[in-house]
């Protein structure tokens, strides 16, 4: 099993920045990518940026390339998103998550994913 610990959330106001940490602990040598999702009031669960794990590839939703940085530490077996150019419409809880299977195909799809975080509220103010 793994334990996903999301922490970094909070209110900001728009144009501001926040940094989002999930960190890993259990069999986190079973996982090959690590992402975020968000989850606003009546909305869906929404893929937000994913990054592998062991190489180099991530991959971003279309609203927030540019504005957000996803990286990680594997010493410390924690993830980061760096949130910049913060807007209203990010405003959701962000949920950190985890894939076992090798395969970088499908990577925005929640389903793909085995672990989940309890997630982090992020409220941007305009």
């Known amino acids: 099993q793994v334990q996903l610990v999301e922490s970094g959330g909070g209110l900001v106001q728009a144009g501001g920045s926040l940094r989002l940490s999930c960190a890993a602990s259990?069999?986190?040598?079973?996982?090959?990518?690590r992402g975020w999702f968000r989850q606003a009031p009546g909305k869906e669960r929404e893929f937000v940026a994913a990054?592998?794990?062991?190489?180099?590839?991530?991959n971003y939703a279309d609203s927030v390339k540019g504005r957000f940085t996803i990286s990680r530490d594997n010493a410390k077996n924690t993830v980061y998103l760096q949130m910049n150019s913060l807007k209203p419409d990010d405003t959701a809880v962000y949920y950190c998550?985890?894939?076992?299977?090798?395969?970088?195909?499908?990577?925005?799809?929640?389903?793909?994913?085995?672990?989940w975080g309890q997630g982090t509220q992020v409220t941007v103010s305009s």
């Open positions: 990054i592998h794990w062991r190489g180099a590839s991530t």
């Open positions: 259990g069999r986190t040598l079973s996982l090959y990518a």
């Open positions: 998550a985890a894939v076992k299977s090798a395969s970088w195909s499908n990577i925005q799809l929640a389903s793909k994913y085995d672990y």
